[in-house]
């Protein structure tokens, strides 16, 4: 098992950046597959980057070339850079794991079994 802890998030202007963080419990982080995932209001969950446990990384469309996900495995820590932000970014983020250390990433919410509480992205035109 493994709990996921977001930070980062706030509020910033669009064209501007942020860096979230998500910090992993447990001594087999290298074995999972992490996601970052977005929801805004009245919207469903969606993909916004995935990586695999040996880094291969795959992006929605909306967010190529803006945002960059990456993982520190000393570290228990899997990061996304969001350059160029813009309104239509402005979600609640959620880091997600699953146990899996093949070459396969994921795109699917229910693909997931561990969740972040999630953290508040505001991007203001």
């Known amino acids: 098992q493994v709990q996921l802890v977001e930070s980062g998030g706030g509020l910033v202007q669009a064209g501007g950046s942020l860096r979230l963080s998500c910090a992993a419990s447990?001594?087999?982080?290298?074995?999972?597959?992490m996601g970052w995932f977005r929801q805004a209001p009245g919207k469903q969950r969606e993909l916004v980057a995935a990586i695999t446990s040996g880094g291969s990384t795959h992006y929605a469309d909306s967010v190529k070339g803006r945002f960059t996900i990456s993982r520190d495995n000393a570290k228990n820590t899997v990061y996304l850079q969001m350059n160029s932000l813009k309104p239509e970014d402005t979600a609640v983020y959620y880091c997600?794991?699953?146990?899996?250390?093949?070459?396969?990433?994921?795109?699917?919410?229910?693909?997931?079994?561990?969740w972040g509480q999630g953290t508040q992205v505001t991007v203001s035109s």
């Open positions: 447990g001594r087999t982080f290298s074995s999972y597959a």
């Open positions: 997600a794991a699953k146990y899996y250390s093949g070459t396969y990433y994921y795109t699917a919410p229910y693909q997931y079994a561990y």
